[in-house]
């Protein structure tokens, strides 16, 4: 299987490397918030065949996850191209996702890179 890391940027908020504890919107909450992202593909996603539609149908997974468990519609702006280079590990990757690409115009966010992933940090 493909490593994916969704790392959601926020332009007001930043990122928490921390797991997060999130709990199920209340069920009388009908209002469904849209978030806008960008997904940022690195150069070993986009060579793999189909890149574009997995990442665009995973997005949509969630989202459909999301929208169900807390109201919350992701919508895919667009999709950027973006280059890791060797392995480094994740929080770096993180760190040089929120440095390299901004989320403008979209709300965050959301990066794929491919199974380079060091461990250390």
């Not at 390299?100 to 959301?110: F, Q």
């Amino acid at each position: 299987m493909l490593g994916f890391l969704v790392a959601i940027t926020v332009r007001t908020g930043g990122l928490d490397p921390r797991p997060a504890h999130a709990q199920p919107a209340p069920a009388q909450s009908s209002q469904v918030r849209i978030v806008t992202v960008r997904a940022v593909a690195d150069e070993l996603y986009r060579a793999q065949p189909g890149w574009n539609a997995m990442l665009r149908r995973t997005i949509q997974t969630v989202s459909d996850i999301y929208e169900r468990q807390f109201q919350i519609r992701l919508v895919l702006h667009d999709v950027v191209p973006w280059t890791i280079g060797q392995a480094i590990p994740i929080p770096r990757i993180l760190g040089r996702v929120r440095a390299e690409v901004a989320p403008d115009p979209a709300d965050g966010s959301i990066a794929a890179p491919r199974a380079r992933m060091s461990g250390s940090a």
